[in-house]
């Protein structure tokens, strides 16, 4: 079950980093609540990988929970902010998943 929570923590990591960058290309209010989702994600995001930490290795976790957060905002910034996409970026986010996937497997 932590490991539910911890990729549902990556997954708000992705979140508060998209509304970082919504929030950079917005003007007027909107720009603020923007920044509200960033502050609601970022602490949903920090409770639950704390809730995770509780019983799997705080090395592992973290690790996981920003590999999710990095791979899933790359993802973000390609399909929804069209940013760039090359062979060695998507090369190094393969290499990601993999190892993502690999703590997990190796961890007790």
Known sequence: MNWIILIIAGLFEVAFASCLEKAKISNGISVYWWYAGFFVSLTISMLLLMKAVQTLPIGTAYAVWTGIGAVGTVLMGIFVF???????????????????????????
């Open 82 to 108: 069209r940013d760039p996409v090359s062979f060695w970026k998507m090369f190094f986010i393969i290499t990601l998943i993999a190892s993502i996937i690999g703590l997990k497997y190796v961890s007790h």
